[in-house]
C-alpha cells in the first residue's frame, strides 16, 4: 500500500514538473513574441489597424497618407451645404459660411503614436484592443461663433410667428416706442449642436430649425433713457495728422423717467415720450466737404416711375437715411433711422410679396433703397452686422446682392470700420436710386468686387383655380410665376491689382413664385344660357351704359 502512494505522488510530480515546464515555454513564447510584435510594430511608420480619426478610417496609412485622406475629407465637409427648415421657411447653410478650422496634423501624429510608446505590454494591449474595438481620435471642427449666431439671427427673423422685441426710434422730437409681441425664437445651443452633428454626415445634411415660444423682454425706461442721452458738442477737423469729431445733438427725455414709466403702464402698442433735442453751434455739415471728400462707395438701381405709390416710399425712406453721419465703431441700423412706415407718415401701399405671392402693402418697394445701400456699403469694405435675402429674387438686383427689411423683425445693419466718420448721400430721381458713403480715404485703400454665382435654379409651379364664372376652357393669369434660385455671394478684395482675400459674403436661397391661372369650369349649356339672358336684357341698359361696356371688352 505504501508503495502505490509512493507511485501515486512520484507521478503527481511528474505531471507537475510537466505543467510548469509547458507554462515557462509558453510564457517565453509569449513574451517572445509579445517583444517581436512590439519591435515590428514600433519601427513601422503606418497605423495600427483600427485606428479611426472621426468617421475616417486610418488603418495601415502612413502619416502622409493619413493626413491627405483626413484632408480630403474635411474639404468635402467645408464646402458642403446643410438645409435648414422650419414650417415653410427653408434655408441652405453654407459651411464655409463660417470659416471652420481643424487641426488636421495633431490628429495625424496622435494616430501615428498609437502602439509606439516603447511599453511592450501597453503597446500590445493597445494594439490589439484597436484591432478588435478601433480606436477613435475626436478631431473637433472649430466653428466661428459670430458668423453662426449672425446666420441665426437672419433665419430668426424669417420665421413665422417670430418674436417681436420692443423697439424704439427717434422721429424728430419724439421718442417712439414699440411694444413687442410674444412668439417663436431660434434656440441657440440646440441649433449649433444640430449644425454640428448634421455637417459631418456622410448624407441626409438637413435638420429641423428648433424653436421655442418666448415673451419680449420688458421695456425698461431708465435703459433707453442711458441709451439715448447725449451732450451737444460741436464738430472740428484739424489736419497733420487728421482728425474729425462730429457734432452731437444733445439728446433728452423733455419730461422725467417715473412719468415715461407711467406712459408705459398703459395698454398700448406704440408708445410715445416727448424729448429735447439741442443743436450744437457747429455741425459737419457747416465745416463743408473738408469732413466727407471722397466718395467710399456707390451703387444704383433703377425704378418704374409710372408706379407712384412706389416713388413715393422711396423718396420717403430715401429723406431719411441722406446725410446720416455714423462715427467710427458705430452700427448703422436702417428699421432705427427710417422709422416705421405708416399711413399717417405718408406712405402707400404698394406691392410686396408675403405669403408666396405678390400683395399690396404700406411701405412697399423701400427695401430696393436698403439693397442699394446694402451693395454701396460692400464696396465701401465696411462690415455687415445684420442682412436677409427676400423670400423671391427681386427685379432690380441679381441673386444675393439685396437685403431686405421689415419694421419689428428684419434689419439691415452695418457698422463704420473705418478710422473716420462716414456720411450716407441718398437720391431717388428720374428713375434711379443712388447711394453714396462718403469720408476722408485712409492710408491703405481698396478696391472690392462682388461676385454672385447661382448654383441652382428652382422652377416654379402652376396652380390652377377653377373660377365657375368663366367658360370652360377659358384661362387667365393672375401672378406671373418665376424661377427661385440658390446664390452663393463673395467679396474680393484687391490692392493694385492683386487679390488680397475672398470671403464668402452669404449663401441664399429664394424660393419660386408659383404662376397662378384662372381657368374657366362653367358648362356650354349655363355659358350660352346666360349669354342669351344678356342679350335679352340689353335693350334695357341706358345707351351710355352700353357704350362704356363695348370699350371694355
Not at 269 to 291: N, R, S, V
Not at 293 to 313: A, C, D, Q
Not at 364 to 385: D, M
Not at 498 to 506: A, D, G, V
Request: charged share 25%; glycine share 6%; proline share 3%.
Amino acid at each position: 500500500m505504501a508503495r502505490v502512494n509512493t507511485r501515486i505522488q512520484n507521478r503527481m510530480k511528474t505531471k507537475g514538473k510537466v505543467i510548469g515546464l509547458t507554462g515557462i515555454i509558453l510564457l517565453l513564447f509569449f513574451v517572445f513574441f509579445s517583444v517581436i510584435f512590439s519591435l515590428v510594430n514600433l519601427g513601422n511608420p503606418k497605423i495600427a489597424r483600427g485606428v479611426k480619426i472621426g468617421k475616417i478610417d486610418v488603418s495601415n496609412l502612413t502619416q502622409e497618407e493619413a493626413t491627405k485622406k483626413v484632408e480630403k475629407w474635411y474639404q468635402e465637409i467645408a464646402q458642403s451645404n446643410i438645409s435648414v427648415n422650419y414650417q415653410e421657411v427653408e434655408e441652405t447653410i453654407h459651411i464655409e459660411q463660417f470659416h471652420s478650422e481643424i487641426d488636421i496634423d495633431k490628429a495625424v501624429k496622435e494616430a501615428c503614436l498609437i502602439g509606439k510608446s516603447g511599453n511592450i505590454v501597453k503597446d500590445n494591449y493597445t494594439i490589439l484592443f484597436s484591432m478588435i474595438f478601433s480606436k477613435k481620435i475626436e478631431i473637433p471642427i472649430s466653428l466661428n461663433q459670430e458668423e453662426i449666431d449672425r446666420k441665426i439671427e437672419e433665419i430668426n427673423a424669417k420665421i413665422p410667428n417670430a418674436l417681436k422685441e420692443s423697439n424704439y426710434y427717434i422721429e424728430e422730437d419724439k421718442l417712439i416706442i414699440i411694444k413687442g409681441k410674444s412668439g417663436v425664437q431660434i434656440e441657440k445651443e440646440k441649433f449649433n449642436q444640430e449644425l454640428r452633428e448634421t455637417m459631418i454626415k456622410e448624407e441626409n445634411r438637413t435638420f429641423k430649425i428648433p424653436v421655442k415660444e418666448l415673451s419680449p423682454k420688458e421695456i425698461k425706461i431708465s435703459d433707453i433713457h442711458k441709451e439715448i442721452y447725449k451732450q451737444a458738442q460741436n464738430a472740428s477737423i484739424t489736419k497733420d495728422p487728421i482728425e474729425v469729431k462730429p457734432h452731437i445733438n444733445g439728446i433728452d427725455f423733455a419730461i422725467s423717467e417715473e412719468e415715461a414709466e407711467a406712459i408705459l403702464k398703459e395698454e398700448k402698442e406704440e408708445y410715445i415720450i416727448p424729448l429735447t433735442i439741442t443743436i450744437p453751434e457747429i455741425t459737419l455739415d457747416k465745416l463743408g466737404q473738408e469732413a466727407f471728400p471722397h466718395i467710399l462707395g456707390t451703387f444704383s438701381t433703377t425704378y418704374n416711375m409710372e408706379n407712384k405709390n412706389r416713388v413715393t416710399n422711396l423718396e420717403l425712406a430715401s429723406e431719411k437715411i441722406d446725410g446720416t453721419i455714423i462715427l467710427p465703431g458705430e452700427i448703422f441700423s436702417y428699421n432705427k433711422i427710417v422709422g416705421e412706415r405708416t399711413i399717417a407718415k405718408g406712405y402707400k401701399e404698394a406691392a410686396v410679396y408675403s405669403g408666396g405671392k405678390v400683395v399690396d402693402g404700406i411701405g412697399g418697394g423701400i427695401c430696393q433703397l436698403s439693397s442699394t445701400l446694402y451693395n454701396a456699403v460692400i464696396y465701401a469694405n465696411l462690415e455687415i452686422t445684420s442682412r436677409s435675402n427676400h423670400r423671391f429674387l427681386t427685379s432690380y438686383v441679381t441673386a444675393g446682392r439685396d437685403a431686405t427689411v421689415s419694421w419689428g423683425t428684419i434689419d439691415f445693419c452695418f457698422k463704420n470700420t473705418r478710422a473716420y466718420p462716414i456720411k450716407i448721400l441718398s437720391n431717388v430721381k428720374n428713375g434711379v436710386v443712388t447711394t453714396q458713403i462718403c469720408g476722408i480715404k485712409e492710408e491703405k485703400e481698396y478696391e472690392v468686387v462682388i461676385e454672385s454665382i447661382v448654383t441652382e435654379v428652382i422652377p416654379y409651379s402652376i396652380n390652377y383655380i377653377r373660377d365657375t364664372a368663366m367658360k370652360q376652357g377659358e384661362e387667365e393669369i393672375k401672378q406671373y410665376g418665376a424661377n427661385g434660385a440658390k446664390s452663393m455671394t463673395y467679396k474680393i478684395v484687391k490692392q493694385n491689382g492683386i487679390m488680397i482675400s475672398k470671403t464668402l459674403l452669404s449663401s441664399d436661397t429664394y424660393h419660386a413664385l408659383e404662376r397662378i391661372i384662372k381657368t374657366g369650369s362653367k358648362k356650354i349649356q349655363e355659358v350660352n344660357a346666360q349669354t342669351q339672358e344678356e342679350k335679352q336684357n340689353e335693350n334695357e341698359l341706358n345707351p351710355e351704359l352700353l357704350e362704356t361696356i363695348k370699350e371694355l371688352d
